[in-house]
């Protein structure tokens, strides 16, 4: 059975419709530099303004950034405070700019394990934007893929388990509207930057069809022209779908 409605086959002119991308390198681009790595993430935040931006000038309805995976808490903790802090100092930052420029934004992962008072800011920044026609920049923040899908596996099983859900009717379908993204539409492009070739837990279920592109860029160097060559480069993709 087919949950997602898929496009047809062929070529990809008309451009993703949702692209996400794992934004790696920024401690790389530092030590490149004998800079600290909070320098590195600092860059990295100034890179995610241009291309948001970018992004919204090429006409991507979705953009999702892998800010923080759950895995990341085994960061020293130095680091861990230096990212909420700079994840702080952009939404106090930017959320005018996302009003004013028409952006919605969106939060995947446990961000409600987050410090309380981050925990409102992204709260408050998500309500002021919901009515805004889009483009959506979503941010994943404490995500890990597998523990969204397991999370999803254990809520319909405990609905079977309660007699209010008949598991013959689990489909495809059904699972997506359980996730926590399930509102996202499926990848059309993933981008990972630094040269890493790797997926690492991050909407393996929404990248099911994804075209992937790994580019050599640090993330601190990714800029709008990046995006717009990695768009050119999804334009040259034939997308089958397993079909012919």
């Known amino acids: 059975m087919s949950a997602i409605p898929l496009p047809a086959s062929g070529a990809s ?7 996400a991308i794992i934004m790696d390198g920024n401690g790389r681009w530092a030590k490149r530099r004998h800079l600290p790595r909070i320098a590195g993430h600092r860059k990295g935040v100034e890179a995610v303004k241009k291309v948001a931006r970018a992004a919204r000038d090429l006409g991507i309805d979705y953009l999702t950034l892998y800010a923080f995976s759950s895995e990341n808490w085994r960061r020293p ?24 420029e028409g952006v919605r934004l ?19 920044a998500m309500a002021r934007t919901a009515a805004n026609p889009g483009p959506t920049v979503v941010i ?17 099983a405990e609905q079977a388990s309660a007699g ?5 009717t ?14 996202l539409p499926p990848v059309d492009l993933l981008i990972r930057t630094s040269g890493e070739q790797r997926l690492s837990n991050f909407l393996l279920w929404q990248a099911a069809y994804a075209e992937l592109l790994f580019v050599d860029a640090l993330w601190p160097d990714f800029d709008g022209d990046a995006l717009a060559a990695a768009l050119g480069a999804f334009a040259q993709r034939q997308r089958r779908f397993g079909g012919l």
Do not use: W
């Open 164 to 168: 209010t859900l008949d598991p013959a």
């Open 77 to 100: 903790p130095d680091e861990v405070r230096d990212l909420m802090g700079l994840l702080r100092r952009f939404i106090q930052s930017d959320i005018e700019e996302f009003i004013r």
């Open 106 to 124: 969106a939060i995947v992962g446990d961000y409600r394990a987050l410090a309380p008072d981050l925990v409102a800011m992204i709260d408050d």
């Open 13 to 19: 002119a008309a451009g993703p419709r949702h692209v």
């Open 140 to 156: 994943a923040l404490n995500y890990g893929a597998q523990a969204e899908i397991a999370d999803a596996a254990r809520r319909l």
């Open 170 to 183: 689990i489909d495809e379908t059904l699972f997506e509207r359980t996730l926590a993204s399930g509102k």
